[in-house]
């Protein structure tokens, strides 16, 4: 499956979990939830992944824990705050270039609504990875 096509089984059932729960849980609640619902979807989807990182030629076996690794294509980083701040974003696109991977998504189930609240992050060249929109009109 392209990296696009997992992006967006993952922002929708990231909308289901939302418009069934709302907002003002703990991130581990829709950690668990949301990573049941992928399973559900048929996506492979670890919760809480140790990701190695190497540096100054050591290597360190928990460089820091993934919320989500959707596929071991994807970083599903979730926050359930007020707002999206910038140091969120940073968080995300380290995770990405610590692990190699190409694509995170930064998903906030903190707001009234979920649109506004996902942050699609790419990193390198990935090319399946075409102009596709993280959210969809819908998700208001």
């Given at each position: ?27 581990s ?6 990573a049941?619902?992928?399973?559900a ?6 919760r ?25 294509q994807v ?17 995300v ?9 190409k ?15 996902i942050e ?10 075409k ?10």
């Open positions: 499956m392209e990296l696009n096509q997992i992006s967006e089984v993952i922002v929708d059932a990231a909308y289901h979990v939302h418009r069934a729960l709302g907002p003002g849980l703990l991130e609640v829709y950690e668990v939830i949301l049941d619902a992928l399973r979807r048929g996506l492979t989807a670890e809480q992944k140790p990701i190695t990182i190497r540096f100054g030629g050591k290597t360190f076996d928990e460089g820091f824990r993934a919320d989500l690794v959707v596929e071991g970083i599903v980083e979730l926050k359930s705050v007020e707002q999206l701040a910038r140091v969120h974003k940073k968080q696109l380290t995770y990405l270039k610590l692990s190699g991977l694509m995170g998504l930064l998903i906030n189930f903190g707001g009234e609504l979920l649109k506004g609240n699609r992050l790419v990193v390198g060249d990935a090319p399946d990875l102009q596709s929109p993280t959210e969809r009109p819908e998700l208001g």
